[in-house]
């Protein structure tokens, strides 16, 4: 089965049958390659729904984690997007089709350059990757409509609500280092707002306002 069919099957089996529903999601995961977002070993298994190693410890998430976070953002297109933990760069692409600007912040910097470079050399012009401490967020480019956590933290840093439009919205992970829980929060005039998704399971954040020592957490 060539990638493409591989890809439009996740579409179908992973995504639609497990509820979502955002045709721009959709759309824009059956466009980003991402048999090209992992280790050349492992392009076979791209499409499968889990999660896969990249190196220095980290992972891509599988199919339908990427697509449940993305859906939860709303995107309507004209969008700034940070997003926390680049890792291989795939969930940059597909926030690249779905919004105006997405900014990226990674902390290992061999892992920030490969994903730049391969998100460049795919045409994601509108996609910039920092290497810094995500965990206090990106203040320079400030304020977004929806920031992204792709790992686990302990708590919600201020920093992140605090750098949202209102009406923007979070989506991150939060719970212990061995389980959390999926939450979007909403940033209103009154308060935040705040759904829970789903349990899953991430690699840690790690950083001043994350875990601060990835041996004691």
């Known amino acids: 089965m060539s990638y493409e069919h591989q890809r439009?099957?996740?579409?179908?089996?992973?995504?639609?049958?497990?509820?979502?529903?955002?045709?721009?999601?959709?759309?824009?995961?059956?466009?980003?390659?991402?048999?090209?977002?992992?280790?050349?070993?492992?392009?076979?298994?791209a499409y499968e729904d889990s999660a896969l190693p990249i190196g220095e410890g980290q992972t891509i998430s599988q199919p339908y984690m990427v697509a449940l976070m993305t859906e939860l953002l709303e995107l309507k297109g004209d969008e700034?997007?940070?997003?926390?933990?680049?890792?291989?760069g795939y969930q940059s692409a597909v926030l690249s089709l779905l919004a105006s600007e997405v900014y990226s912040v990674e902390r290992i910097g061999p892992l920030a350059v490969k994903?730049?470079?391969?998100?460049?050399?795919?045409?994601?012009?509108n996609v910039q990757v920092i290497v810094a401490d995500g965990t206090i967020g990106l203040p320079e480019h400030a304020p977004y409509d929806g920031i992204i956590v792709t790992a686990g933290a302990p708590g919600t840093p201020s920093q992140y609500m605090d750098q949202l439009r209102i009406n923007g919205r979070l989506v991150i992970p939060v719970g212990s280092r061995h389980s959390q829980?999926?939450?979007?929060?909403?940033?209103?005039h009154a308060g935040t707002e705040k759904n829970v998704s789903t349990a899953c399971v991430f690699v840690p954040l790690l950083g001043k306002e994350g875990w601060t020592d990835p041996e004691t957490y």
Do not use: C, W
């Open 181 to 188: 829980v999926l939450y979007q929060m909403i940033k209103t």
């Open 115 to 125: 994903a730049r470079n391969v998100l460049k050399g795919l045409g994601y012009n």
């Open 80 to 88: 700034r997007v940070l997003e926390i933990g680049t890792g291989s």
């Open 8 to 45: 439009q099957a996740m579409i179908i089996d992973q995504l639609r049958s497990r509820g979502i529903k955002d045709e721009r999601v959709l759309d824009a995961m059956g466009r980003v390659p991402r048999h090209l977002f992992v280790q050349q070993d492992l392009q076979d298994r």
